[in-house]
């Protein structure tokens, strides 16, 4: 049996009566779309009510899955403790998700909560439901800094876990849109605002849910939305199915995004295998890009492939370019997967005896040695993309002045700390930005004085 149905829903507090006094009132179409919500969910009698929310216990690389057999919150910091909640969870239904991720060694699990309240990204939903519907037991599930394909792998695992559990199920996709949509808002404006929730309520509306992997992290970092992930697992649980989707509200007028869509699946459909889709199509992208790489990625990837199949350090080979074999540097080298760095490792000064050498080096700690993310496994492999960055000299300067984002590289100093950051990164458009950035990763406190230099670089893909 695979979910009833699905809710796409915001969470602002202001809609509850108590919490907005009157102010509420703005929002009444989106009220009336929400009572709607609230009474097909009564009308399905659902077993269990899942509900994925940005305001549950978040890590970058872990989805966090509400353990234990109930929980309570009320809206206390909103002003309005009187409005509380005390709900089950669905343990039978939490335990076979736990046990699917694990047996697939699958980021996800109860393990780290650090609030085992409520959020108000629950009990917004939770409030309108239950005005309706007082039966049901739930399950709270957090997202991750993982990629948007990892997050639609979880809803697969969570239609598989509802199937094998025999459980009527609703899930609640809880997330707001866009928080930068007017100058007047509490987060100003920013034209990826208006964009970004015009894009995803036509693909919501349409059930396109292939297309939720074409909204890049840096664009929607800009539109500060808040759900994209949420709703990136609801498509997940309805992979391989036909879904017939409506579209009931959308406002803007507090200067953030509230939308409200409905899904029903309606039968299988096998060209509706997104991920699948959007996977191999990633892995021949790749495939491409290594063919026509350059010798220096060609070197990187060869270096990756050796060291992650059968740790082996590769020698370096004799027809690379006079440039890799007699010139000293240091060097960068990224991975990327998914659209999401991967790892990156590099050196500011050469530590090798040459180019080559200093690529195999770092090719090498990239994959497996970068403390940010776990080694990189063979399954990974045909997604990397990977690309060398050559560093020239370092110039001391004087000021920001003489720094160019898209042209020169900054290092950041303070006595023996010291931070970098590569020029032309997606996300980072200010000099400002570069130097914040480099001063934290060298651990540089504000109040610290520091010292900068740049430097150029050759960067191949």
Partial sequence: MSVMAA???????????????????????????????????AALQPDTIIITSPHSVMYADYFHISPGNKATGSFRQFRAPGVRFSERYDTVLVGRICDLAEAENFPAGTLGERDPSLDHGTMVPLWFIRQKYSEGKIVRIGLSGLPLADHYHLGQLIAQAVEETGTQ?????????SHKLQTYGP????????????????????????????FEETFCEKAAECGHRSFVIMAGVFDGLKVQATALSHQDVTGVGYGICTFYPEGK?????????????????????AEKSDAYVRLARASVEAWVRRREHIRVP?????EMLERRAGTFVSLHKDGKLRGCIGTIAATQGNIAEEIIQNAISACSRDPRFAPVTMGELKSLEISVDVLGDLEPIKSPEELDVKRYGVVVSHGRKRGLLLPNLDGVDTVEEQIEIARQKGGIRESEPYQLERFEVVRHY
């Fill in 7 to 41: 809710f796409m829903v915001p969470h602002p507090p202001m809609i509850i009566p108590e919490v907005g006094r009157g102010s509420e009132e703005q929002i009444r179409e989106t009220i009336t779309a929400y009572e709607r919500v609230a009474d097909e969910v």
């Fill in 169 to 177: 199920a609703v899930l609640i996709a809880s997330g707001d849109l």
């Fill in 187 to 214: 987060y100003g404006f920013a034209k990826e605002g208006p964009e970004y929730d015009s894009r995803i309520m036509d693909v919501c509306g349409r059930a396109a849910f292939g297309e939720l992997f074409d």
């Fill in 269 to 289: 459909d096998e060209d509706r295998h997104f991920l699948k889709i959007y996977q191999e199509k990633n892995e021949q992208d790749c495939m491409e890009k």
């Fill in 318 to 322: 004799k027809d690379l370019p006079a």
